[in-house]
């Protein structure tokens, strides 16, 4: 065979072949099924880990979370708590009608239960039992927790993840705004963790959640941050409802009941975050949930360690929240004065006298940075100014009319409009919302004047009455009480005391409380 015919054949070969692969490939090989989100078909390959990706900027190779566990977990402590069988008032109905066996018989001889707690008497409440996580911050045995775990705790125990050696630990100071506590264990040299930054906390990025879920032993899970600033309306200050502060990291990672308290923690160990809450319609895991960010941590802790209770600054605005606003229909938000797309937030009041007031900031304003943070929502903000006690100075941002305007030194105040130390008092103690009528309320309810619960958390209302939100204080003790100032002086002057008023929602019957208010009167 001559060369010639040789090199033909060849390259009729090499053709034929390449043309049988492009048939082969673009019509006969089998489509990959298009798999959608409620499919039934699912894709699976072989989870192999294939060299050469390495040059490409967007793959990301497997990772690794034995160094973050190792760091993390000697630092998690498991927590229990027990909550001792206590006496309540039950709220006792002056203008309660009397059964005919009461006339015929007497209150005495069918006892408390009968009569519903009598005149002044009380009633057992029994105990229970409860656990949470909670985590190291110094080598002397520091811990911090959230308020939820220990708040009505009279006993709190604390074991360490590899030993069995169990300690009594002791209330240092707790923030029911935030839901964090503090509380201390006698020990020394005791593993604890580092704090991260959480303002680098990136979303997509990897975490470890670490914890004493369901009673279990130290347990670690991992899971990304799915996002950041998330309010979900969980915290309750138990003193100010408009002071309660949420600002959670959102993550994937599986939490349950008892992770409360616990690490969540950067593939470095360092603490980023203790976990707070789940997202769920059952009350366990569902897919979702929230951590407090270290940042905000690191402020409350040191004011509980140094002050014995939180500084917090407050900026002195109203404002919609977002969540609000997503709701409101454009004719509303047009009445309201309030604009949808908005990168910030907008202020519906300034309060007199406060650092917004002193800023120069006006009703209409949209605040847009604090320290040059930007905060495009609300949650940032009171995230943001959390961060902050009254004496700071810090520089705002916002726009007017399309202009934005920064101001520099605006001195943070107090919820009173001073830069003083704030002490806990014992109308504080009561761990209530209060406010006072006003005269058109009072006018429609046939009162004077009063005082009205609006919310109630922890404190010694919850403690040792039976009082429900809408509750309307009319006397305390022999006062007749009009404002919030008449009701706490007498209950820094009175260490036992009688609360009476009524529900406008349940007639005009007269109910009263009994209470003490001494220090300490709240754990009772």
Do not use: C
Not at 106 to 124: K, L, P
Not at 391 to 418: A, H, Q
């Amino acid at each position: 065979m001559k060369f010639k015919q040789i090199v033909t054949t060849v390259l009729i070969s090499a053709v034929t072949a390449a043309a049988s692969i492009f048939v082969y490939g673009k019509y006969i090989q089998p489509k990959q099924p298009i798999v959608f989100q409620n499919g039934t078909e699912i894709p699976v390959n072989y989870a192999r880990y294939m060299p050469g990706t390495e040059g490409n900027a967007n793959a990301t190779p497997p990772s690794d979370f034995t160094t973050a566990a190792k760091a993390a977990v000697p630092g998690v402590v498991h927590i229990k708590t027990k909550i001792n069988p206590r006496q309540v008032t039950n709220g006792n109905n002056l203008q309660r009608r009397r059964s005919i066996l009461q006339d015929l018989f007497g209150d005495d001889f069918f006892g408390d239960e009968f009569n519903g707690g009598g005149d002044g008497r009380r009633y057992y409440v029994p105990g229970q039992m409860a656990s949470g996580s909670g985590v190291l911050i110094s080598a002397d045995g520091y811990i911090v927790t959230n308020n939820h775990v220990v708040a009505d705790a009279d006993e709190i125990s604390v074991s360490l993840s590899n030993e069995n050696k169990v300690f009594k630990a002791k209330m240092i100071g707790t923030d029911p705004s935030t839901d964090l506590a503090v509380i201390k264990i006698d020990a020394k040299d005791l593993p604890y963790l580092l704090y991260g930054n959480s303002d680098n906390v990136e979303i997509g990025q990897w975490v470890l959640a670490v914890g004493y879920p369901l009673n279990l032993d130290a347990t670690v899970t991992a899971g990304i941050v799915s996002a950041k600033s998330r309010s979900i309306g969980i915290n309750r200050s138990g003193g100010k409802v408009n002071s309660a502060i949420e600002s959670f990291i959102q993550t994937d990672a599986a939490v349950n009941q008892g992770n409360s308290g616990g690490a969540l923690v950067n593939t470095a160990g360092e603490l980023v975050g203790i976990n707070s809450a789940i997202a769920s319609p059952t009350g366990s895991y569902a897919g979702y949930s929230y951590a407090i960010p270290v940042n905000l941590i690191k402020k409350v802790v040191n004011d509980i360690l140094k002050y014995g209770n939180v500084q917090r600054a407050y900026l002195g605005v109203r404002y919609a929240p977002s969540s609000l606003i997503a709701n409101m229909s454009d004719e509303q938000l047009k009445d309201a004065g309030i604009k949808r797309d908005v990168n910030g937030v907008q202020v519906t009041d300034v309060l007199p006298n406060s650092s917004a007031a002193a800023a120069g900031i006006r009703t209409g304003d949209v605040i847009t940075a604090v320290n040059g943070v930007k905060i495009p929502t609300t949650s940032q903000l009171s995230e943001q100014v959390a961060r902050y006690k009254p004496g700071d100075k810090i520089s705002l941002s916002y726009l007017r009319d399309g202009k934005e305007v920064t101001v520099d030194n605006v001195v943070m105040k107090n919820l009173k409009g001073n830069t003083d130390l704030v002490k806990v008092t014992a109308l504080d103690r009561l761990g209530a919302d209060l406010s006072e009528l006003d005269k058109d309320q009072a006018a429609r309810l046939g009162v004077n004047g009063g005082v009205i619960v609006n919310d109630i958390g922890n404190g010694i209302l919850k403690k040792q009455t039976t009082m429900a939100p809408g509750f309307v204080i009319l006397k305390a003790g022999n006062t007749q009480i009009t404002s919030v100032d008449e009701l706490s002086q007498v209950v820094e002057k009175q260490k036992n005391l009688k609360l009476i008023g009524f529900y406008p929602e349940k007639g005009g019957n007269i109910y009263y409380y009994n209470i003490a208010t001494g220090a300490g009167a709240e754990n009772l």
